[in-house]
């Protein structure tokens, strides 16, 4: 706000919303999971969802 010179280089979202760290964190277990057992990878996703 004092030097005019500095500019953000990236724009800021005007949606207000971001993705939480336990979303983040659910939806990266569920790769996770999904990969060792493919075979229930849907209840997994529907979990972490």
Known sequence: ????????VARFSTSGS???GHAAFAHLTAIVLADIVPERREAIFARAA
């Open 18 to 20: 971001y993705p939480s």
């Open 1 to 8: 706000m004092v030097e005019e010179r500095i500019r953000p």
